[in-house]
């Protein structure tokens, strides 16, 4: 089913993106409010919190292109030697452009 | 009931406000790539006020992003919802781990806050929490910060969008990539956490190279997640 773009189609795919989205935004917590919280949950969802980053970051790391890689491994080298994340992100950003540029 | 527990959870104008200025010199990269989106967009034929409308509303880059390959005089519906369903997804799992600090607040309020969640505030509030301070204020303030940027460089990009013809050769596109590094590889590691995230990794490549696309996220956080409820941190503490 495709809808066309032109007028208030548009329109109507925006707003559709919106609950999508917010559904995605609200759902999480939502769904929790019926879980009953033990030790194991809590467990869970200790473990999920990182590995959402991780599992963000992994495929980026391993197939990305030559500017993602030392953009990432720049970061980490930075944020681990100075313990500031904000020039550690201006760095890896930089040599993302800069390999990129190259 | 307990003193500590209810104070992580305040939320309050000051709180908000200093979230906000945590999240602004990370959102002036986030300018840059909204400028990125509303250039990209007036490109794939959308109209301006759509564009800038589109940025109000859904607020979530990747997904945008997503929808301007899929856009043209015929868009698919389902693929597209599907789509940014599936990119948005992490969001399920991002207000999962925020429960615990949400439910004390009045619904209203609790729904408010989750308007505005996104991953830079997401990440620095469970940082805050997990260290035992007040996570709330980041999370609204900083989302605040993140999404007025983000509206603010999209518009930018619909009037000159020349600046940034192309994000990638600016490195743009990895600035959400390097900020959320920067927030993992910041805080100390366990073994028990070394394991989680080995997992979580080799699950989210498995998923990526074999599984449809954009599940990565989702399937890789919850084979953490997994892990996490079977095993158990070893008992330091004093």
């Known amino acids: ?5 032109a007028g208030l189609g548009a329109l109507i795919l925006v707003v559709a ?3 999508v989205t917010l559904a995605t935004r609200w759902g999480g917590v939502f769904v929790m409010s019926f879980v009953p919280i033990n030790e194991r949950v809590k467990r869970f969802i200790g473990g999920m919190s990182g590995s959402v980053l991780v599992a963000l970051l992994a495929p980026m790391a391993v197939a990305g292109d ?5 953009a990432l491994l720049t970061t980490a080298v930075v944020v681990l030697v100075l313990k500031k994340p904000l020039p550690a992100i201006a760095a890896g950003i ?4 800069v390999y990129r540029w190259l | 009931m307990s003193g500590t527990g209810s104070n992580l959870c305040e939320l309050n104008r000051q709180l908000v406000w200093t979230g906000f200025k945590q999240l602004v010199p990370i959102s002036f990269f986030v300018i840059l790539f909204g400028a990125a989106f509303g250039l990209a967009a007036t490109q794939s034929g959308l109209d301006e006020g759509l564009t800038a409308g589109m940025s109000t509303l859904v607020f979530a880059g990747a997904s945008q992003f997503a929808a301007l390959d899929l856009w043209g005089p015929q868009v698919p519906v389902v693929t597209l ?3 940014v369903f599936a990119v948005n997804a992490r969001h399920l799992l991002m207000g999962a781990t925020l429960y615990t600090w949400l439910r004390d607040l009045s619904p209203a309020r609790r ?5 505005v969640v996104s991953d830079a505030n997401w990440a620095l509030a469970m940082q805050a929490f997990n260290r035992g301070q007040a996570g709330l204020g980041l999370l609204l303030g900083g989302g605040l910060a993140l999404w007025s940027f983000w509206v603010f460089g999209t518009v930018l990009g619909i009037c000159f969008g020349g600046a940034v013809h192309d994000p990638r050769s600016l490195g743009l596109d990895m600035v959400m990539g390097c900020f959320l590094l920067a927030m993992v590889a910041g805080g100390e590691m366990s073994r028990r956490t070394a394991i989680i995230w080995t997992v979580a990794a080799g699950a989210s490549l498995l998923a990526y190279w074999y599984l449809p696309a954009n599940s990565h996220v989702v399937v890789g956080a919850l084979a953490g997640g997994v892990v996490g409820a079977f095993t158990r941190e070893k008992k330091n503490e004093h």
């Open chain 1, 94 to 97: 930089l040599a993302a452009a």
């Open chain 1, 66 to 70: 030559g500017g993602a890689r030392l």
């Open chain 2, 81 to 83: 919802l599907v789509t």
């Open chain 1, 17 to 19: 993106m919106f609950a």
């Open chain 1, 1 to 5: 089913m495709s809808i066309d773009s």
């Open chain 2, 111 to 115: 729904y408010g806050v989750l308007l």
